[in-house]
């Protein structure tokens, strides 16, 4: 299951049923859990600790410094969930001291070839970065977010769950949950992810709050705080907009609109 040119460090922890690659180089700090299977030539260095069942394919570079100027060589770490696919040159960097210490991927997620992953991101569950998608350092992904290939985020941006960023979308400023972005360069709101919602079970009523709280935020004509006066009216009956106002409330970067 080792390859006898792949090279362990004697701290790390293997887990059981690993696999491992030629002239893979596996680093001090390591914690790889179980059936995970890394493919050839893939550096991961640490701390860094991966769940089990994960696939990391061949040039992935896990756990590298971050590409921080401030980064002074401080003890941080990256954590990585199980079942996540990471394909071919992928970069996931740890975070920095002044950004937390840590940068989280979690559970069931496909980054495809080329993704990179900057220092201090905290993505969530079953996402899709596809090629050459790129977050820059403090990003904040939600459950369920698709990034297009081409796409991504400024530093310090917060992308709510269910979102779609499509090819070539650039983000500089905070996506609320469930919102389609498009445009070419700079990103802005082109409705909603109808489709993604649709294909996780979301049922008419759900997807019509939601709709509601689209228009309302978007088309209305109405100013911000407006706008957050009747969505908070709206979410007594819609825990999907309670989400949405709830984000809006987290914004640090302001929002897309």
Known sequence: MIHPTAQIDPSAVIGKDVSIGAFTVIGADVDIGDNTVIG??????GPTK???????AQFASIGGDPQDMKYGGERTQLVIGD???IREF?????GTGEGGGVTRVGNDNWLLAYVHIAHDCNVGNHTI???Y????GHVEVGDWTVF?????AHQFCKV?????????CLLGADVPPFLMMANDQAGRPRGLNTTGLKRRGFEPERITAIKRAYRTLYTSGLSLAEAREQLAAQAQESEDVRAMLEFLERSERGLAR
């Open 133 to 136: 998608s790129a977050l820059a």
């Open 129 to 131: 970065f596809s090629n």
């Open 148 to 152: 297009a290939g081409y796409s991504g």
């Open 50 to 56: 991966i769940g089990r069942d994960n696939r990391i």
């Open 40 to 45: 050839p030539h893939v550096v991961i260095q």
């Open 83 to 85: 079942r996540n696919l």
């Open 160 to 168: 709510g769950a269910h979102a779609f960023i499509a090819m070539g």
């Open 90 to 94: 992928v970069t996931i960097n740890r």
